[in-house]
C-alpha cells in the first residue's frame, strides 16, 4: 500500500480539530474527512458518522497495525510541514 497524495482542504487554528484531510492509496482510492486532532499530542481520526444515539462509528478505517501506522505517519508528517507553510505564509502576509 503506497499513500499516493495528502491533500488539506480545511486547517482551524482554534480548538482541538487542527486540518481536514484527503488522502490517496495507490494512485486509485481516495479516503476524505480525514481528521488531525490536537490534544496533548496530535493523533489522526478517520472519517466517521454520528448516529442518533450520539455514538461516533468510523466509515473507513485501516485493518491492521502496520495500515494504520503507515496512514498515521503518513498524515501527521505531512500535517507537520503544511502547518509550517501555512505560518509562513500568514507571516509573509503580515509583514508585506
Known sequence: ???????????????????I???????????????VIETDHLFVAMPSRKYESGAYHDIVHPINESARNLIESAVLSAYRIYAE???LIAEININS
Open 1 to 19: 500500500m503506497t499513500i499516493s497524495d495528502i491533500k488539506f482542504r480545511k486547517s482551524l487554528e482554534s480548538g482541538n480539530l487542527k486540518a
Open 21 to 35: 484531510a484527503s488522502l490517496t492509496i495507490d494512485g486509485c482510492i481516495a479516503i476524505h474527512e480525514i481528521k
Open 85 to 87: 507553510s501555512q505560518a
